[in-house]
Protein backbone atom coordinates (compact mmCIF):
# COMPACT_ATOMS: atom_id res chain seq x y z
CA UNK A 1 0.00 0.00 0.00
CA UNK A 2 2.69 2.29 0.73
CA UNK A 3 4.48 2.02 -2.77
CA UNK A 4 0.94 2.18 -4.32
CA UNK A 5 0.08 5.67 -2.50
CA UNK A 6 4.05 6.79 -3.21
CA UNK A 7 3.36 6.04 -6.94
CA UNK A 8 -0.24 7.82 -7.15
CA UNK A 9 1.27 10.88 -4.70
CA UNK A 10 4.43 10.79 -7.51
CA UNK A 11 2.19 10.73 -10.67
CA UNK A 12 -0.64 12.95 -9.08
CA UNK A 13 -0.71 15.82 -11.90
CA UNK A 14 -0.86 13.19 -14.31
CA UNK A 15 -4.14 11.03 -12.75
CA UNK A 16 -5.99 14.02 -12.05
CA UNK A 17 -5.30 15.24 -15.70
CA UNK A 18 -6.59 11.37 -17.18
CA UNK A 19 -9.20 11.22 -15.04
CA UNK A 20 -10.96 15.31 -16.00
CA UNK A 21 -10.22 14.46 -19.57
CA UNK A 22 -12.43 11.41 -19.08
CA UNK A 23 -15.14 13.17 -16.95
CA UNK A 24 -14.73 15.87 -19.80
CA UNK A 25 -15.25 13.92 -23.04
CA UNK A 26 -17.16 10.90 -21.97
CA UNK A 27 -19.26 12.19 -19.05
CA UNK A 28 -21.07 9.22 -18.68
CA UNK A 29 -18.13 7.31 -17.32
CA UNK A 30 -18.48 9.26 -14.09
CA UNK A 31 -22.28 10.66 -13.81
CA UNK A 32 -22.44 7.74 -10.65
CA UNK A 33 -20.33 10.49 -8.81
CA UNK A 34 -23.27 12.54 -7.37
CA UNK A 35 -22.59 15.64 -6.81
CA UNK A 36 -23.55 15.63 -3.19
CA UNK A 37 -20.67 13.56 -2.40
CA UNK A 38 -18.85 16.61 -2.76
CA UNK A 39 -19.10 17.96 1.24
CA UNK A 40 -18.09 14.03 2.23
CA UNK A 41 -15.31 13.72 -0.06
CA UNK A 42 -14.15 16.75 1.02
CA UNK A 43 -14.71 16.10 4.82
CA UNK A 44 -12.48 13.07 4.31
CA UNK A 45 -9.59 14.87 2.42
CA UNK A 46 -9.57 17.31 5.61
CA UNK A 47 -9.81 14.43 7.67
CA UNK A 48 -6.40 12.97 6.54
CA UNK A 49 -4.75 16.63 6.99
CA UNK A 50 -5.85 16.93 10.33
CA UNK A 51 -3.74 13.43 10.85
CA UNK A 52 -1.07 14.51 9.63
CA UNK A 53 -0.83 18.19 11.87
CA UNK A 54 0.35 17.88 15.15
CA UNK A 55 -0.36 21.47 17.27
CA UNK A 56 3.46 22.23 16.76
CA UNK A 57 2.83 22.92 13.40
CA UNK A 58 1.33 26.58 14.52
CA UNK A 59 4.51 26.65 16.54
CA UNK A 60 6.57 28.64 13.58
CA UNK A 61 3.80 31.60 13.80
CA UNK A 62 5.89 32.27 17.11
CA UNK A 63 8.61 31.65 16.39
CA UNK A 64 9.12 33.39 12.95
CA UNK A 65 5.67 35.53 12.99
CA UNK A 66 6.81 38.39 10.54
CA UNK A 67 6.99 35.81 7.35
CA UNK A 68 4.14 33.71 8.11
CA UNK A 69 2.20 37.08 8.83
CA UNK A 70 2.68 38.32 5.40
CA UNK A 71 1.70 35.31 3.85
CA UNK A 72 -1.23 34.93 5.40
CA UNK A 73 -2.33 38.44 4.73
CA UNK A 74 -1.49 38.00 1.09
CA UNK A 75 -3.20 35.05 0.68
CA UNK A 76 -6.32 37.12 1.31
CA UNK A 77 -5.86 39.92 -0.22
CA UNK A 78 -3.59 38.96 -3.33
CA UNK A 79 -5.81 36.00 -4.93
CA UNK A 80 -9.51 37.24 -4.24
CA UNK A 81 -8.22 41.02 -5.99
CA UNK A 82 -7.05 38.91 -9.07
CA UNK A 83 -10.03 37.01 -9.51
CA UNK A 84 -12.18 40.08 -9.22
CA UNK A 85 -10.26 41.96 -11.94
CA UNK A 86 -9.40 38.79 -13.88
CA UNK A 87 -13.60 38.06 -14.13
CA UNK A 88 -14.31 42.15 -14.88
CA UNK A 89 -11.54 42.04 -17.64
CA UNK A 90 -12.73 39.42 -19.23
CA UNK A 91 -16.61 39.95 -19.18
CA UNK A 92 -17.82 37.00 -17.56
CA UNK A 93 -21.20 36.18 -16.68
CA UNK A 94 -22.24 36.35 -12.66
CA UNK A 95 -22.37 32.54 -12.43
CA UNK A 96 -18.76 32.08 -13.64
CA UNK A 97 -17.28 35.32 -11.71
CA UNK A 98 -18.90 33.77 -8.23
CA UNK A 99 -16.85 30.40 -8.65
CA UNK A 100 -13.56 32.19 -9.64
CA UNK A 101 -14.27 34.70 -6.68
CA UNK A 102 -14.81 31.44 -4.31
CA UNK A 103 -11.15 29.89 -5.50
CA UNK A 104 -10.06 33.35 -4.97
CA UNK A 105 -11.28 33.80 -1.52
CA UNK A 106 -10.48 30.14 -0.24
CA UNK A 107 -7.66 29.33 1.82
CA UNK A 108 -4.67 27.97 0.27
CA UNK A 109 -4.73 24.23 -0.99
CA UNK A 110 -3.43 21.48 0.94
CA UNK A 111 -1.20 19.86 -1.88
CA UNK A 112 0.81 23.52 -1.47
CA UNK A 113 2.59 21.70 1.26
CA UNK A 114 3.81 18.44 -0.44
CA UNK A 115 4.77 21.08 -3.80
CA UNK A 116 6.74 23.43 -1.28
CA UNK A 117 8.43 19.95 0.01
CA UNK A 118 8.99 19.52 -3.79
CA UNK A 119 10.91 22.46 -4.22
CA UNK A 120 13.00 22.56 -1.25
CA UNK A 121 10.93 25.49 -0.10
CA UNK A 122 10.38 26.39 3.90
CA UNK A 123 7.93 23.27 4.70
CA UNK A 124 7.44 24.15 8.32
CA UNK A 125 6.23 27.51 7.30
CA UNK A 126 4.02 26.32 4.48
CA UNK A 127 2.16 24.17 6.49
CA UNK A 128 2.12 27.21 9.02
CA UNK A 129 0.70 29.54 6.87
CA UNK A 130 -2.17 26.68 5.55
CA UNK A 131 -3.39 25.71 8.68
CA UNK A 132 -3.89 29.59 9.79
CA UNK A 133 -5.47 30.68 6.40
CA UNK A 134 -7.78 27.58 7.10
CA UNK A 135 -8.69 28.08 10.56
CA UNK A 136 -9.38 32.10 8.91
CA UNK A 137 -11.81 30.70 6.22
CA UNK A 138 -14.81 30.66 8.50
CA UNK A 139 -15.03 34.47 8.69
CA UNK A 140 -12.48 35.70 6.02
CA UNK A 141 -14.27 33.43 2.92
CA UNK A 142 -17.60 34.46 3.45
CA UNK A 143 -16.55 38.14 4.45
CA UNK A 144 -14.40 38.67 1.31
CA UNK A 145 -16.89 37.05 -1.26
CA UNK A 146 -19.57 39.09 0.05
CA UNK A 147 -17.46 42.20 -0.49
CA UNK A 148 -16.79 41.45 -3.66
CA UNK A 149 -20.23 39.84 -5.05
CA UNK A 150 -22.43 41.87 -3.17
CA UNK A 151 -23.47 43.80 -6.23
CA UNK A 152 -23.69 41.09 -8.36
CA UNK A 153 -25.44 38.55 -6.80
CA UNK A 154 -27.17 37.54 -3.54
CA UNK A 155 -23.93 35.98 -0.98
CA UNK A 156 -25.35 33.45 1.75
CA UNK A 157 -22.88 34.53 4.46
CA UNK A 158 -24.35 32.32 6.82
CA UNK A 159 -24.60 29.04 4.60
CA UNK A 160 -20.83 29.69 3.81
CA UNK A 161 -19.67 29.96 7.36
CA UNK A 162 -21.79 27.03 8.60
CA UNK A 163 -19.95 24.63 5.70
CA UNK A 164 -16.81 25.70 6.46
CA UNK A 165 -16.69 24.87 10.03
CA UNK A 166 -18.67 21.41 8.85
CA UNK A 167 -16.57 20.76 5.76
CA UNK A 168 -13.13 21.97 7.27
CA UNK A 169 -12.67 22.82 10.63
CA UNK A 170 -14.51 19.81 11.95
CA UNK A 171 -12.73 17.21 10.26
CA UNK A 172 -9.41 18.55 11.39
CA UNK A 173 -10.05 19.35 14.27
CA UNK A 174 -11.16 15.83 15.05
CA UNK A 175 -7.68 14.65 12.41
CA UNK A 176 -5.31 16.82 15.21
CA UNK A 177 -7.42 15.55 18.24
CA UNK A 178 -7.00 11.86 17.37
CA UNK A 179 -3.22 12.02 15.71
CA UNK A 180 -3.03 13.79 19.41
CA UNK A 181 -3.78 11.06 21.62
CA UNK A 182 -3.80 7.82 19.01
CA UNK A 183 -0.52 9.44 17.33
CA UNK A 184 0.76 5.75 17.27
CA UNK A 185 -1.86 4.12 15.62
CA UNK A 186 -2.47 7.49 13.14
CA UNK A 187 1.26 6.89 12.28
CA UNK A 188 1.00 3.46 10.51
CA UNK A 189 -2.10 4.77 8.49
CA UNK A 190 0.07 8.40 7.54
CA UNK A 191 2.21 6.64 4.35
CA UNK A 192 -1.59 5.66 3.16
CA UNK A 193 -3.17 8.77 3.41
CA UNK A 194 -1.59 10.19 -0.07
CA UNK A 195 -3.47 8.20 -1.86
CA UNK A 196 -6.59 8.45 0.29
CA UNK A 197 -6.52 12.43 -0.34
CA UNK A 198 -6.01 11.96 -4.08
CA UNK A 199 -8.93 9.10 -4.92
CA UNK A 200 -11.10 11.62 -3.01
CA UNK A 201 -9.95 14.75 -5.02
CA UNK A 202 -9.97 12.96 -8.19
CA UNK A 203 -13.69 12.17 -7.23
CA UNK A 204 -14.66 15.46 -6.68
CA UNK A 205 -13.29 16.56 -10.15
CA UNK A 206 -14.91 13.03 -11.74
CA UNK A 207 -18.55 13.79 -10.37
CA UNK A 208 -18.18 18.23 -11.28
CA UNK A 209 -16.59 17.75 -14.38
CA UNK A 210 -19.19 14.92 -15.52
CA UNK A 211 -22.08 16.71 -14.53
CA UNK A 212 -21.30 20.58 -16.10
CA UNK A 213 -19.05 18.84 -19.29
CA UNK A 214 -21.46 20.49 -21.69
CA UNK A 215 -21.93 23.89 -20.05
CA UNK A 216 -17.77 23.53 -19.74
CA UNK A 217 -16.97 23.17 -23.28
CA UNK A 218 -19.82 25.98 -23.90
CA UNK A 219 -17.79 28.33 -22.08
CA UNK A 220 -14.25 28.10 -24.59
CA UNK A 221 -11.34 28.96 -23.47
CA UNK A 222 -12.12 31.93 -21.70
CA UNK A 223 -12.41 30.01 -18.32
CA UNK A 224 -9.15 28.08 -18.78
CA UNK A 225 -7.47 30.95 -19.44
CA UNK A 226 -8.77 33.41 -16.52
CA UNK A 227 -8.01 30.05 -14.28
CA UNK A 228 -4.72 29.22 -15.31
CA UNK A 229 -3.96 32.94 -15.13
CA UNK A 230 -5.29 33.14 -11.65
CA UNK A 231 -3.15 30.31 -10.63
CA UNK A 232 0.20 31.59 -12.25
CA UNK A 233 -0.38 35.34 -11.21
CA UNK A 234 -0.63 34.06 -7.64
CA UNK A 235 3.10 32.11 -7.98
CA UNK A 236 4.27 35.26 -9.64
CA UNK A 237 2.75 37.77 -6.71
CA UNK A 238 3.80 35.74 -3.99
CA UNK A 239 7.49 35.04 -4.87
CA UNK A 240 7.29 39.16 -5.62
CA UNK A 241 6.15 39.77 -2.02
CA UNK A 242 9.31 37.58 -0.93
CA UNK A 243 11.85 39.49 -2.55
CA UNK A 244 10.23 42.91 -1.11
CA UNK A 245 10.03 41.57 2.26
CA UNK A 246 13.58 40.76 1.94
CA UNK A 247 12.73 36.68 2.96
CA UNK A 248 15.21 33.63 2.06
CA UNK A 249 15.08 32.09 -0.66
CA UNK A 250 13.40 28.29 0.88
CA UNK A 251 10.10 30.80 2.46
CA UNK A 252 10.32 33.18 -1.42
CA UNK A 253 9.26 29.52 -2.85
CA UNK A 254 7.03 28.69 0.05
CA UNK A 255 4.92 32.22 -0.31
CA UNK A 256 4.75 31.79 -3.99
CA UNK A 257 3.25 28.21 -3.85
CA UNK A 258 0.96 28.86 -0.99
CA UNK A 259 -0.39 32.01 -2.25
CA UNK A 260 -1.28 30.69 -6.40
CA UNK A 261 -2.48 26.93 -4.97
CA UNK A 262 -5.89 27.21 -3.46
CA UNK A 263 -8.52 25.09 -2.16
CA UNK A 264 -10.87 24.64 -4.72
CA UNK A 265 -12.18 21.59 -3.73
CA UNK A 266 -13.90 24.13 -0.98
CA UNK A 267 -14.41 26.35 -3.50
CA UNK A 268 -16.67 23.90 -5.53
CA UNK A 269 -18.08 22.69 -2.31
CA UNK A 270 -19.07 26.17 -0.96
CA UNK A 271 -20.35 27.59 -4.87
CA UNK A 272 -22.61 23.89 -4.56
CA UNK A 273 -24.05 24.71 -1.15
CA UNK A 274 -24.15 29.10 -1.09
CA UNK A 275 -25.21 29.44 -4.60
CA UNK A 276 -27.71 26.35 -5.53
CA UNK A 277 -29.39 28.03 -8.43
CA UNK A 278 -25.90 29.51 -10.01
CA UNK A 279 -24.63 25.70 -11.10
CA UNK A 280 -21.40 26.93 -13.59
CA UNK A 281 -20.57 28.28 -10.19
CA UNK A 282 -18.61 25.24 -9.55
CA UNK A 283 -16.93 24.98 -12.77
CA UNK A 284 -13.86 27.44 -12.66
CA UNK A 285 -12.98 25.68 -8.73
CA UNK A 286 -12.73 22.11 -10.84
CA UNK A 287 -10.97 23.47 -13.72
CA UNK A 288 -8.36 25.21 -11.11
CA UNK A 289 -8.55 21.72 -9.28
CA UNK A 290 -6.68 20.02 -12.35
CA UNK A 291 -4.52 22.70 -12.84
CA UNK A 292 -2.82 24.08 -10.24
CA UNK A 293 -1.65 20.20 -9.42
CA UNK A 294 0.00 20.52 -13.04
CA UNK A 295 1.73 23.79 -12.87
CA UNK A 296 2.80 23.12 -9.43
CA UNK A 297 4.35 19.79 -10.54
CA UNK A 298 5.97 21.62 -13.02
CA UNK A 299 6.65 24.87 -10.52
CA UNK A 300 8.70 22.23 -8.04
CA UNK A 301 10.77 21.74 -11.25
CA UNK A 302 11.90 24.84 -11.68
CA UNK A 303 12.29 26.13 -7.82
CA UNK A 304 14.23 22.66 -7.06
CA UNK A 305 17.07 24.29 -10.24
CA UNK A 306 16.94 27.74 -8.34
CA UNK A 307 20.03 28.04 -5.81
CA UNK A 308 20.63 30.86 -3.14
CA UNK A 309 23.14 32.04 -5.06
CA UNK A 310 21.32 33.01 -8.04
CA UNK A 311 21.30 36.55 -6.97
CA UNK A 312 19.10 37.37 -9.91
CA UNK A 313 16.28 35.86 -8.60
Same mark, same amino acid.
Given at each position: M??VS?? $???F #????V &? $????VA???P??C??I??DW??Y? @?? %?I????G?T??????? +??F????D %????C !?A?? +??MP??? *??? =???F =?????L???? %?LV???PG????? %????????DT????? #??????? @?AP??T????Y??????VN?????M??????V?I !??IG?G????????K *??????? $??P #?V??T?????I??? +??H??EK?LS??A????????H??????A?????? $????D @??RK???? /????M???? &?A????G?????L???T????IF?V??????A?????F???K??DRQ /?
Amino acid at each position: MKKVSEF $VGKF #MAVIV &L $VVAVVALFVPKTCLWIETDWINYL @LM %VIMFGMGLTMRLSDFA +VVFKKPKD %VIIGC !IAQF +VVMPALA *YLL =GKIF =GLSNELLVGV %VLVGTCPGGTSSN %VITYLSKGDTAMSVG #MTSINTL @LAPILTPALTYLYLRTSVNVDVKTMFLSIIQVVI !IPIGLGIIINRFLGK *YTEKVKN $VLP #MVSITAICLIIASV +VSHNSEKILSTGAIIFAIVILHNLLGYAAGFLIGV $VCRMD @LARKKAVS /IEIGMQNSG &LATSLAGSAFPDLAMATVPGAIFSVWHNISGAVLAGIFRSIKEDDRQ /I
